[in-house]
């Protein structure tokens, strides 16, 4: 993608994890923003930070890193979103862009909104796109070329703020759509966090079945259980923190999955052929819909290893910790 013209003048990420990272190649690369700051909780990914030159400076507190930023984006577990608001408050200057890259949206802004003062502008989003990666080094420019970004401003959210954020965003290779922060959530719960659960649960059960057994299943998992085991090797400490900020809505999801499911359980003990085969066709028909749209590839994956340098297809992931 050609380099475009800076939307903003100083971005700051408190967090330089997989997704801040991320931010950081790709808004250089495609000359969104003159300048970058960067802070990390350790002095290894500071360090490591420094070293691949993804950010300009790079601080230990993330009040310094937000000071005289025009563009502030907090890419930490939401758990601690709060805590960071409260922590840059004092540092953020008139008129900046303060923003999160958090699965959860209503838990965010519940937390956040008290501490930032009204010379501000917050406008909360969310990048659905990740690897089951971490870490500064896992980032790569094109992470966010065709997925989806979703703005969730609060009621009166400066109208100038929310375009400059898009702007951003879109730059950075996103499609960006504007979701109310309780739908976005049930959204999200469906489509992302359940899912996560359900892989956590698939394996952990393998990994209860005993020695002899577990070992069988390692040695001969195939595709489908593969993919669980990617999906749940993303980073606990998040995950953790998206189950406990978004209970209502995950909880509601479920109650419908076991429903579901009981209904299959039915099917298949009663030899119901057609209720299995009818669920099956329509799955099938939503998997086409979502390469249809290019959010998926068709290619067959057995496996394989990725080219050098050919990005991972990503999965849907809320961010990444430091």
Request: charge should be neutral; hydrophobic fraction near 45%.
């Amino acid at each position: 993608m050609a380099e475009q013209t800076p939307v903003f003048n100083r971005l700051a990420l408190i967090g330089a994890g997989l997704i801040g990272s991320s931010i950081a190649r790709a808004a250089r690369e495609r000359g969104l923003v003159r300048n970058i700051a960067a802070s990390a909780r350790t002095e290894a990914t500071r360090k490591r930070v420094a070293e691949l030159g993804i950010a300009d400076d790079v601080f230990a507190t993330n009040a310094e890193a937000a000071k005289g930023a025009d563009l502030i984006i907090v890419c930490t577990p939401v758990g601690v979103c709060g805590a960071v608001a409260q922590e840059i408050a004092s540092a953020l200057k008139p008129g900046a862009v303060v923003s999160d890259v958090g699965s959860v949206k209503s838990a965010v802004l519940k937390d956040m909104a008290p501490h930032l003062p009204a010379k501000v502008h917050f406008v909360p989003a969310h990048p659905v796109a990740g690897t089951e990666h971490s870490g500064p080094d896992a980032g790569f420019a094109e992470l966010f070329d065709n997925r989806w970004c979703i703005l969730t401003p609060p009621p009166g959210a400066d109208a100038g703020a929310v375009e400059r954020l898009k702007k951003f965003w879109s730059g950075l290779g996103a499609n960006v759509e504007i979701m109310d922060p309780l739908h976005h959530d049930m959204v999200l719960a469906i489509t992302s966090h359940v899912p996560h659960l359900i892989a956590y649960n698939i394996v952990g059960t393998a990994a209860h079945l005993g020695e002899v057994t577990q070992s069988e299943v390692i040695k001969f998992s195939a595709g489908g259980f593969r993919d669980f085991t990617r999906i749940a090797a993303s980073d606990p400490t998040m995950w953790r923190d998206v189950f406990l900020h978004n209970k209502d809505a995950v909880l509601e999801m479920l109650g419908r999955f076991s429903e579901d499911l009981s209904v299959l359980t039915r099917a298949i003990r009663f030899g119901d052929g057609k209720t299995l085969f009818d669920l099956f066709a329509h799955t099938r028909a939503i998997r086409r819909s979502i390469i249809e749209i290019g959010q998926e590839t068709a290619e067959p994956d057995f496996g394989r290893q990725r080219k050098k340098n050919e990005p991972a297809v990503p999965i849907a992931r809320p961010y990444a910790s430091d």
